[in-house]
């Protein structure tokens, strides 16, 4: 009964200390994991982004109040976008822009770094790419091409 | 070999118990609601505004001059090395008028440019609109102007703008030392520096280290201003409070939309990058007059000040983004700008405003940061001011 007893006491302040300590946080700078995502990997021009993530400690518990911070590149190396935002109480985060209807078609490149003071920065990239879509009076005169091409193959066998 | 039922109830019972004990004693204190609220001290600061008053016609445009500056009679302004901090609100504007403060937040002696945009509906008539200016510790002061509308102006020829809200939060001082009280006031507000009331607003204040070390929840008052303090006392467990760089996050939580902003203190020095951008202000092609109403195809130019609070940066950036009104990015800037600590760097951009440009609200939002955040670097830094682009 004793032994049974010391057994259950000896349990219970090992999980008072993990949790004390780790709600103290004296240990040393831990490092931030960073998860990062785009919604789609191909968009149009004029298009919404949403570029979204979490960040975590390596054991995956969420960090809030990290700074996340954006920078966007396109296929001519110039800027597109730039971004400040802040993680929530689970780590995660979102931001949401508007590709210009004239950026250029091709890769894009986001740049994403995650900081929070006590804690070492972590980083990440995620690419996509803008192609616009055929427009409408285009993918209507897509058949008609190809059946006057055909039309002309025929023709020409035939001779 | 007989096992009781209740014995495992029993282990669980008690991990639960000394569970709530550790986090119940780590856990700051939440202040109580409403602490921190101003407490209306005497005006530290006087406003001028010139002219005082403004003829016009319905619809039309009309500027102000607003100075603020110490109250010569104050003494404790005498004493002190730094300019009062002073954010400007308006009140009393006309349903579908807009205005725009630039800047809306300052060190005395400074001036700012009041912009209003009088509705093309509005009837003839004489409008006072009272400016106001609020400092830590809710000391206020106020001007009055006056648009005399004069004639009625087209129904219809202007369309509402969509405006955002906007959060900023400041200490009193950039540094402290262990022991002082660390004093800080935010606002919210309209892009238009219309003020936001009752809006909650939770503040949390993290050490050197990353520990929660403060926590209030509070309200913004009739002005969109909220307060709060707490003392830069022991830690538990006999620790003092750390040196180094400490960030307090603000976040504003109003009819169901959620800002978020921060800023940052030293205790005695720096441990981190602490850059505070002290103003963002659009200016005319010549960069000699504030401006906030532009054309499409105007040049323009705007003004940044930042000082560095924290360790040196050999190669900052200082980045502007441009946002047309659907939050569309038309436009990124950057320069590259080493600045020593307690160094303030002023700093212009050029820009030209398409002619095609959809008529409306116009963002800028600068960021500063260590670096590239391609190369490694991080946002220190962010703020925002708005202009309105017209036909």
Known sequence: MSRKLSLILMFSITIFSTISLEMLNVEAQQSLQLQVKVDKEIYDSGEIVRISGIVSLSNGTGVANALVSIQVMGPDDAVYHIALVYSNDTGGFL????????????????????????????????????????????????????????????????? | ??????????????????????????????????????????????????????????????????????????????????????????????????????????????????????????????????????????????????????????????????????????????????????ELMGSLSTDFGLPIFNATIYLFVINPVGRLIHFNSTRTDNLGTFYDSFKLTEEKEGIKPLNGTYVIYATAIYEKKMLRTHTT??????????????????????????????????????????????????????????????????KVMLTIVPINPGESKELTFDFKIPLNAEPGIYYVRVFVSDKPISTGGRFIAMASESFIVET
């Open chain 1, 95 to 159: 931001d949401e822009y508007r590709t210009p209807d004239e950026a250029p078609n091709g890769l894009y490149t986001a740049y994403i770094k995650a900081s929070k003071v006590g804690f070492e920065d972590a980083q990440s990239q995620v690419e996509y790419s803008v192609i616009p879509e055929l427009s409408s009076p285009s993918l209507a005169m897509l058949p008609v091409l190809l059946v006057t091409i055909l039309a002309i193959y025929v023709i020409k066998k035939r001779e």
């Open chain 2, 1 to 182: 070999m007989n096992i009781r039922p209740c014995k495992p109830i029993g282990v669980l019972l008690l991990t639960l118990i000394l569970t709530s004990l550790a986090v119940a004693s780590i856990n700051p204190k939440p202040s109580s609601a409403f602490k921190g609220m101003g407490d209306n001290q005497a005006p530290k600061f006087k406003l001028e505004a010139k002219p005082v008053i403004r003829n016009c016609r319905a619809g039309d445009a009309v500027k102000f001059d607003i100075k603020v500056k110490e109250d010569e009679g104050d003494e404790a302004s005498k004493e002190r090395r730094e300019g009062e901090l002073v954010f400007l609100r308006v009140e009393g504007l006309p349903l579908e008028w807009i205005s725009q403060l630039s800047p809306r937040v300052g060190r005395t002696d400074f001036r700012s440019k009041l912009t209003i945009r009088t509705a093309a509906e509005s009837p003839p008539g004489t409008y006072n609109i009272t400016v106001v200016g609020v400092s830590f510790g809710g000391s206020r002061s106020h001007t009055v102007v006056s648009v005399v509308v004069e004639q009625p102006g087209e129904p219809g020829s202007k369309e509402p703008y969509n405006y955002g809200l906007e959060l900023a939060i400041r200490t009193y001082r950039a540094v402290y030392r262990a022991g002082e009280e660390v």
């Open chain 2, 265 to 330: 203190f030293i205790v005695e020095y720096p441990s981190y990058p602490s850059i505070q951008i002290d103003s963002i202000v659009t200016l005319n092609s010549l960069g000699n007059e504030t401006k906030s109403i532009y054309r499409q195809g105007e040049p323009m130019k705007i003004k940044v000040v930042i000082t560095n609070y924290g360790i040196a940066l050999n190669s900052s950036v200082v980045w502007v983004e441009l946002q047309a009104p659907n939050r569309i990015p038309i």
